[in-house]
């Protein structure tokens, strides 16, 4: 069946810091990939996505390329900063219409 | 503004006892989908709608009914409660693009605990 596994957490960073979320997929076919952000206290939000294989997704200094040949979709960010500070979801899109999310990871960043 | 609105965000409720989450949305979307999200699990798809009259299973649909008589509202119903569906809900809408479902915007989320 379809799933994704992300690297489990907390992950705490020191501002200025490079962020790596590794999240690998599985599916067959041709899923569409999405990072979203969630704050505290609020709902979901997307931060990037890519729909093919090699694209980039980027938003707001966060990355990620979708890896067919290694089924990942790893978020990476050069310079955190304390607003960063959230739990991040990688999920896949299958079949159009249906959605897979990771368990999360929760990002903290220290001043 | 838009935005995803639930009703209510907080609900203590008793096993057996018939409730329903209500979902509105002001953008138009075709798309609605209700998630429920469990530590350690993440979200996961309850059941989600492509247009009015049109829902479908998403991976958790059991002890869950959903209808969509209109087109900005996306109900979701727990006819006999238990514990095990104590969990944060979210519902979510979206644009049809001709290459699927992109961005979700999601609603503030509703705490329910079943006791």
């Known amino acids: 069946g379809n799933s994704v596994t992300q690297m489990e957490g907390p992950v705490t960073l020191s501002e200025e810091a490079f962020l790596t979320i590794n999240c690998t997929y599985t599916a067959t076919g041709y899923p569409s990939l999405f990072w979203y952000v969630q704050y505290p206290g609020e709902g979901l939000q997307l931060l990037l996505k890519a729909t093919k294989a090699d694209d980039k997704g980027s938003n707001k200094g966060f990355e990620a390329t979708y890896r067919k040949e290694t089924t990942s979709f790893h978020l990476e960010k050069g310079s955190v900063q304390v607003s960063d500070s959230a739990v991040y979801f990688c999920a896949l899109r299958y079949n159009f219409n249906k959605f897979y999310f990771g368990s999360g990871t929760k990002l903290n960043v220290k001043p | 503004e838009a935005q995803v609105t639930q009703n209510p965000r907080y609900l203590i409720t008793v096993t057996g006892k018939k409730l329903t989450v209500t979902c509105s949305q002001n953008?138009?979307?075709?798309?609605m989908s209700w998630y429920r999200q469990d530590p350690g699990l993440g979200l996961r798809q309850i059941y989600y709608s492509m247009n009015v009259e049109v829902t479908d299973k998403g991976d958790v649909p059991e002890g869950y009914k959903v209808s969509r008589k209109e087109k900005r509202n996306f109900p979701l119903i727990l006819e006999s409660p238990s514990p095990n569906q104590t969990s944060l809900y979210f519902c979510a809408s979206s644009q049809l693009g001709t290459s699927g479902i992109n961005e979700q915007f999601f609603g503030p989320g509703t705490r329910l605990t079943v006791l």
């Open positions: 953008m138009n979307h075709e798309y």
